[in-house]
């Protein structure tokens, strides 16, 4: 069987996991249809009895599993932001990068519209 | 495919995101960048990769024919313009949240469970249950990982030949999941290129972090050899550990057995 940790640290990983998803909305993560279901489920699993039941651990190991898909999608967006989702430098950046500065002609370059 | 099914299906493709854009006639006027005016794109069955959050909030009700998603009080349809329904609640309630998640554009490309759903219910690729089978159990010849019983290991360039009795058992094995599951088996066996490895992770042997770590173990050696680069590698690890844990949690939820435990977890 995998070794997934207390339910606990699966269940705040989770929780903070939505927290930081409605971070940008307005909205509670609390009021959250997720959030709902998640703190019901782990509810109604921690009523069974604790020995080796595996409708149990195969609901934790679901949510384990959806942990694993909320935290990987927010690290690969944030890596995309940092690394990928730049865009193209503009042209005074880009003279920058060697120290150069665009020439600044008043009446603008003789053969631009 | 025959010719004349792609034309219609491409045709069907473009007139259905006309409808689940929903656009008012005389079009959006005041709109910035990219959106302005959206190439419908003529490639066999791909969304475009950014349009902006149109919609404020995400339901889930119940139809007849599953849970369906709404977005305000659109109902969510396929890139084919069928009702988008799903068999299992928290199915649903993950989708609905992928919707929610999105904020200013939506990124397709992290919406994977939509991806996946979509997929099952369009069946681009028109495949049955044998043909994805097939395509799953092909991994087997170049499977780099074995907890195996009869499979030796090989040194050559081609690998163990598998005995046909192995073969037949996971054919079989394969063959009493429904053709959700399966479409979600063979996402995650093209991911990790293990048949092992899903196997594993199915069975709930390993956790999808330790999945994904053994199916890049050549990766890893190297990455602990000459380094590591975060842009490449992270970033990879990061999207296939995305991709696998969609799919496994695919597969469980629409198992037939994750159905039952809900209703003893009610009484």
Not at chain 2, 104 to 113: A, E, G, Q, S
């Amino acid at each position: 069987m995998a070794a997934l940790g207390p339910p606990a640290r699966t269940l705040r990983g989770l929780l903070r996991e939505l927290r930081y998803m409605n971070a940008g909305t307005g909205r509670p993560y609390r009021d959250t249809a997720a959030y709902r279901y998640l703190v019901q489920a782990f509810r109604a699993h921690r009523v069974t009895s604790e020995k080796l039941c595996r409708a149990q651990h195969e609901l934790h190991f679901q949510a384990a599993t959806y942990l694993c898909l909320l935290r990987s999608v927010r690290e690969h967006v944030a890596l995309h932001q940092e690394f990928h989702g730049k865009g193209e430098r503009s042209v005074e950046e880009a003279a920058d990068l060697v120290g150069l500065k665009l020439p600044h002609q008043p009446g603008g370059k003789g053969w631009e519209p | 495919m025959p010719s004349g099914a792609m034309w219609r299906s491409c045709l069907c493709l473009r007139h259905g995101w006309r409808r689940l854009l929903n656009r008012p006639p005389g079009g959006p006027t005041a709109s910035v960048g990219k959106r302005a005016s959206i190439p419908i794109p003529f490639r066999a069955y791909a969304p475009p990769a950014e349009r902006k959050r149109f919609y404020q909030n995400v339901t889930i009700t119940q139809g007849e024919g599953g849970f369906e998603i709404n977005l305000d009080h659109r109902k969510l349809k396929t890139p084919q313009a069928k009702l988008f329904t799903v068999p299992s609640e928290a199915l649903a309630i993950a989708v609905a949240t992928e919707w929610d998640s999105q904020q200013d554009t939506i990124k397709f490309y992290t919406m994977h469970l939509t991806t996946l759903c979509n997929t099952s219910l369009d069946n681009p690729t028109q495949r049955n249950k044998d043909q994805l089978i097939r395509a799953a159990v092909k991994f087997l010849d170049t499977d780099t990982i074995w907890y195996g019983v009869e499979i030796g290991s090989s040194t050559s360039i081609m690998g163990p030949s598998i005995p046909t009795r192995t073969r037949e058992v996971l054919v079989s094995h394969l063959a009493s999941y429904n053709m959700w599951a399966l479409q979600g088996i063979e996402f995650v066996v093209t991911q990790l290129k293990s048949v092992m490895l899903t196997l594993g992770l199915m069975d709930l042997h390993l956790t999808v972090e330790q999945a994904v770590l053994l199916s890049r173990l050549e990766e890893e050696y190297q990455i602990q050899k000459w380094g590591h680069v975060e842009w490449a590698h992270d970033y990879e690890l990061r999207e296939l550990r995305a991709r696998t844990a969609a799919g496994v949690l695919f597969i469980h939820l629409c198992s037939e057995s994750t159905t039952v435990k809900h209703k003893l977890l009610q009484e």
